[in-house]
């Protein structure tokens, strides 16, 4: 009867510090298994039936919460020997500290004595080590609990599995494309991958020390490859990534470019002058130029469509070809000068168009509207010249005489465009003359830049009215001085003496 009280009781010190057995004894990355084994006198438990409550509490700096924030019933058959662990997940440790505690609440056994005793551990954050080691690796903690006064023993293991593995591969139908930049850098989103086995709710993403295509050009370009692989994210250090690089699809496209042909005159019968054009950015380095544009075939006087022709810059560039005018005229290089203004224009145009120059004078509405925008100068001269033509095809230039004396001096020349629009360009006289270019004929204004260093000469008739007023005033002055003297003498009763200072003066003139 007293060996079989101390098994009993040797059998329900166990089962209150154990949960019910699992299948399994592997455990998965992240979790904890918790161990107790107990051992006395080795005698075998006999068959009993007994209810545990098991409660969980969150612990505060080693004080553990007023209610349990989990609980359950736990019914124990003892006729067999159980291997029995009770296993949770890393990261409700790691969360803080939390006390498990075990009651037995009723037995089989009319003759166990129910004294609620509770038995229970405390399981630390410490216990959820974190380890970038191997995957699936352990690290174990024991500790042994002092003999009971009935000769139980209690050992106590923890088994903690503390790093996850993550694993990453392209997600479905992923590309990774760009448009042809030269280079063969690559850039990897967050929707072009699929990271594996992250729980949910923690911090973690991918990055990549380098990711390239193997090809910079267009045609070579097929795949990226992204090495140098790691994870970044609050939760980082708990997993393990089990590669180090990555291969997706590749693509690179053509980059946009547009190329727009330069309008072209030539006179009937001249050399065929080189087609040209702009582009909308300047080519990358690494590509060149290959054919040339073309235009409609023709001689006669009109005008004829530039076309891309064999351009090309290479299969990095998709090319929009915006056509050009070639045109065909009856122009000739041409002089004509004004013979009363000695205005000259030079230039491909039609020998048969009439130069023509009218002055400006100060009430002209154009006048006024040039001269509006002069910030300082003098004015030399303003015209209207016309060549009988609204417009042109091509610059020609325009040259205006100016005094010899104007010689290597600033001088603008102020252009008033059919627009409303007026525009200023700086020059210097050379040979007598300015000149601009200029691809409208119109009215324009000679400006003498001042530099400070002349003063305006003052009329003579201002310099004869200033000395008239300087002496009407000084007369006036001394008009009101001698009223004030007399008024003074009358004032002060000296008529006496003011009629001896008349009297002298009377005697002062008749001499």
Same mark, same amino acid.
Request: negative net charge; hydrophobic residues 40%.
């Given at each position: 009867?007293?060996?079989?009280?101390?098994v009993l009781?040797?059998?329900?010190?166990?089962?209150?510090?154990?949960?019910?057995?699992?299948?399994?004894?592997?455990l998965?990355?992240?979790?904890?298994?918790?161990?107790?084994?107990?051992?006395?006198?080795?005698?075998?438990?006999?068959?009993?039936?007994?209810?545990?409550?098991?409660?969980?509490?969150?612990?505060? =700096?080693?004080?553990?919460?007023?209610?349990?924030?989990?609980?359950? %019933?736990?019914?124990?058959?003892?006729?067999?020997?159980?291997?029995?662990?009770?296993?949770?997940?890393?990261?409700? #440790?790691?969360?803080?500290?939390i006390?498990?505690?075990?009651?037995?609440?009723?037995?089989?056994?009319?003759?166990?004595?129910?004294?609620?005793?509770?038995?229970?551990?405390?399981?630390? *954050? !410490?216990? *959820?080590?974190?380890?970038?080691?191997?995957?699936?690796?352990? !690290?174990?903690?024991?500790?042994?609990?002092?003999?009971?006064?009935?000769?139980?023993?209690?050992?106590?293991?923890?088994?903690?599995?503390?790093s996850?593995?993550?694993?990453?591969k392209p997600?479905?139908?992923?590309v990774?494309?760009?448009?042809?930049d030269?280079?063969?850098?690559?850039?990897?989103?967050?929707?072009?991958?699929?990271?594996? $086995?992250?729980?949910? =709710?923690?911090?973690?993403?991918?990055?990549? %020390?380098?990711? #390239?295509?193997?090809?910079?050009?267009?045609?070579?370009?097929?795949?990226?490859?992204?090495?140098?692989?790691?994870?970044? $994210?609050?939760? *980082?250090?708990?997993?393990?990534? !089990?590669?180090?690089?990555? !291969?997706?699809?590749?693509?690179?496209?053509?980059?946009?470019?547009?190329?727009?042909?330069?309008?072209?005159?030539?006179?009937? =019968?001249?050399?065929?002058?080189?087609? %040209?054009?702009?582009?909308?950015?300047?080519?990358?380095? $690494?590509?060149?130029?290959?054919? *040339?544009l073309?235009?409609?075939s023709?001689?006669?006087?009109?005008?004829?469509?530039?076309?891309?022709?064999?351009?090309?810059?290479?299969?990095?560039?998709?090319?929009?070809?915006?056509?050009?005018?070639?045109?065909?005229?009856?122009?000739?290089?041409?002089?004509?000068?004004?013979?009363?203004?000695?205005?000259k224009?030079?230039?491909?145009?039609?020998? @048969?168009?009439?130069?023509? #120059?009218?002055?400006?004078?100060?009430?002209?509405?154009?006048?006024?509207?040039?001269?509006?925008?002069?910030?300082?100068g003098?004015?030399?001269?303003?015209?209207? #010249?016309?060549? =009988?033509?609204?417009?042109?095809?091509g610059?020609?230039?325009?040259?205006?005489?100016?005094? /010899?004396?104007?010689?290597?001096?600033?001088?603008?020349?102020? @252009?008033?465009?059919?627009?409303?629009?007026?525009?200023?360009?700086?020059?210097?006289?050379?040979?007598?003359? /300015?000149?601009?270019?200029?691809?409208?004929?119109?009215?324009?204004?000679?400006?003498?830049?001042?530099?400070?260093?002349?003063?305006?000469?003052?009329?003579?008739?201002?310099?004869?009215?200033?000395?008239?007023?300087?002496?009407?005033?000084?007369?006036?002055?001394?008009?009101v001085l001698?009223?004030?003297?007399?008024?003074g003498?009358?004032?002060?009763?000296?008529?006496?003496?003011?009629?001896?200072?008349?009297?002298?003066?009377?005697?002062?003139?008749?001499?």
């Amino acid at each position: 009867m007293k060996i079989f009280k101390r098994v009993l009781a040797l059998v329900i010190i166990t089962l209150m510090l154990l949960v019910p057995a699992v299948t399994s004894n592997a455990l998965s990355a992240g979790e904890i298994a918790l161990t107790i084994s107990a051992s006395v006198d080795g005698k075998t438990p006999q068959k009993v039936v007994m209810n545990f409550s098991l409660e969980k509490f969150a612990m505060d =700096g080693g004080v553990k919460d007023d209610e349990p924030f989990a609980k359950e %019933t736990l019914t124990i058959d003892t006729s067999k020997n159980v291997s029995i662990e009770y296993k949770f997940k890393a990261d409700e #440790v790691a969360a803080g500290d939390i006390r498990y505690e075990f009651k037995m609440v009723s037995c089989s056994d009319e003759k166990v004595i129910i004294d609620n005793k509770i038995f229970a551990v405390t399981l630390g *954050a !410490e216990m *959820a080590k974190t380890d970038d080691s191997a995957e699936n690796a352990e !690290e174990i903690y024991e500790y042994d609990d002092p003999a009971y006064a009935n000769g139980i023993a209690l050992k106590t293991t923890f088994k903690a599995v503390t790093s996850l593995t993550a694993t990453v591969k392209p997600a479905k139908d992923a590309v990774i494309e760009k448009v042809y930049d030269g280079t063969d850098k690559a850039t990897i989103l967050a929707k072009d991958y699929v990271l594996s $086995g992250v729980r949910e =709710g923690h911090d973690v993403r991918l990055t990549a %020390t380098n990711a #390239v295509y193997n090809s910079a050009n267009v045609k070579e370009a097929a795949t990226v490859k992204a090495t140098g692989l790691a994870l970044a $994210g609050k939760d *980082a250090a708990k997993y393990n990534l !089990e590669t180090e690089s990555i !291969e997706f699809v590749g693509k690179i496209t053509p980059r946009p470019i547009t190329v727009t042909a330069d309008n072209i005159v030539m006179p009937q =019968g001249s050399a065929e002058p080189e087609l %040209t054009y702009k582009t909308s950015e300047e080519i990358i380095e $690494g590509n060149t130029v290959i054919g *040339a544009l073309t235009r409609i075939s023709g001689s006669e006087i009109g005008d004829y469509a530039i076309l891309r022709g064999t351009l090309s810059f290479g299969d990095n560039y998709l090319i929009t070809f915006q056509e050009g005018k070639f045109t065909i005229s009856n122009f000739a290089l041409c002089d004509k000068v004004d013979t009363d203004s000695f205005i000259k224009i030079s230039g491909y145009f039609d020998p @048969q168009l009439t130069l023509t #120059v009218k002055k400006l004078l100060v009430t002209d509405a154009t006048y006024k509207t040039m001269q509006e925008n002069i910030r300082n100068g003098k004015v030399l001269g303003a015209y209207s #010249v016309s060549l =009988g033509t609204d417009s042109l095809d091509g610059d020609i230039t325009v040259s205006f005489p100016v005094d /010899v004396a104007f010689e290597g001096k600033q001088i603008y020349i102020y @252009q008033l465009f059919s627009s409303g629009a007026v525009t200023s360009y700086k020059t210097a006289a050379v040979s007598g003359y /300015v000149s601009l270019k200029t691809n409208e004929i119109s009215d324009f204004m000679i400006v003498l830049e001042s530099d400070g260093s002349e003063k305006p000469k003052t009329p003579v008739w201002k310099v004869i009215l200033t000395i008239v007023l300087v002496i009407l005033g000084v007369l006036v002055g001394l008009a009101v001085l001698l009223g004030l003297w007399f008024f003074g003498m009358i004032f002060f009763n000296k008529t006496e003496e003011l009629k001896t200072i008349i009297k002298k003066i009377k005697r002062l003139f008749k001499k």
